[in-house]
């Protein structure tokens, strides 16, 4: 039986210095779970591990493609079992670290058999809802389908895109796809799923205020602007530029909000992202390690035990 222990939990909340804790402690090689860290170039908005921290413990799942293309669940799920096996079989121990829930739940319970993205089809959909609104692509996929519309809100872009997506490449449902036996890779895998999941919502909301303008502080915008100057295809419709925060940055840069605007909008796209977080992690079979309001020394402490009582 092969083993692998999970750090999951919402954004800024300390995961990625309590990996590189835990892997001095432990002969730790860490798989990123993070929808964000897998494109290059895409560094201070994404919160990357410095130069320093990943050379300290070995990386995976990082910088491995272009903001221009894209990376499924699917994928994500092949590549880290992959990984998985590999460093069980070296001797080391496989930490899966990172807060896209998508991922972790794919890996954990396994996912429908869907067909890849079709950039053309998502860019029309992008078009379509310019000129008319999401809440009408909503009202569109009800009629479709209507068990998939139910299960989206009329807000949520990406959900609404992929199920139209599906659709128009398929012709099925994307409620009847779902609807199949899920395949499921990890059965031979034993997976010790540890939780930060904070006590308190308002410490986890200074830190997202904190980060996000310092972020915007060490050269963001700059990086959006040296992404959109060298890589003249790259648009706000593209799934690197759907990340929090950059899409925000696109819009200042294009002129259509103002930085106090930047601030204050990538902010709360930041604080949703966590409370979609924290959702999916109440949902989940998991073993909270956050006893007292992200307390560094304690998250250490409880990673320990756990760990040990694993072993």
């Known amino acids: 039986m092969m083993n692998a222990i999970l750090m999951m939990g919402p954004t800024a909340t300390g995961k990625t210095g309590l990996a590189l804790k835990l892997a001095a402690k432990f002969p730790i090689e860490i798989i ?16 990357k ?26 994928q994500f799920i092949d590549d880290s079992i992959g990984l ?12 899966l670290v990172g807060g896209t829930m998508m991922y972790y739940n794919g890996l954990l319970n396994g996912i429908s058999e869907l067909p890849v993205s079709d950039p053309k089809i998502r ?32 807000n949520d872009k990406q959900r609404i895109s992929r199920a139209l997506e599906i659709f128009y490449q398929t012709g099925i449902p994307i409620s009847s796809l779902q609807s199949k036996t899920h395949i499921k ?8 799923p540890l939780a930060i999941m904070p006590v308190n919502r308002e410490i986890l909301h200074k830190r997202i205020e904190e980060r996000f303008n310092t972020m915007l502080n060490t050269g963001f915008i700059e990086e959006v602007q040296s992404l959109r100057n ?9 799934n690197s530029m759907r990340c929090v925060g950059y899409k925000q940055v696109w819009q200042y840069l294009d002129g259509h909000i103002k930085l106090q605007e930047l601030s204050d909008m990538g902010i709360a796209a930041t604080r949703q992202l966590a409370k979609r977080q924290i ?10 390690i956050a006893k007292d309001n992200l307390n560094f020394n304690e998250l250490y402490t409880n990673s320990l035990i756990q760990i040990k009582n694993f072993f």
């Open 84 to 95: 998985i096996y590999e460093i069980n079989a070296r001797g080391k121990i496989p930490l």
């Open 185 to 192: 890779k990890s059965a031979g895998i034993n997976f010790l």
């Open 49 to 74: 591990p410095t130069k320093n921290e990943l050379k300290l413990v070995k990386h995976y799942l990082i910088d491995i493609i272009s903001p221009l293309e894209s990376y499924s669940v699917a």
């Open 123 to 154: 860019a029309c959909l992008e078009l379509e809802a310019n000129n008319s609104s999401w809440q009408e692509l909503h009202i569109k996929l009800q009629q479709i389908d209507p068990l998939a519309a139910a299960k989206i809100k009329p």
């Open 279 to 288: 959702t999916w992690l109440r949902s989940m079979d998991v073993i909270n």
């Open 230 to 238: 060298n890589l003249p295809a790259l648009t706000i419709t593209h």
């Open 32 to 47: 990123s779970v993070d929808s964000a860290l897998i494109y290059k170039n895409m560094d201070i908005g994404t919160a």
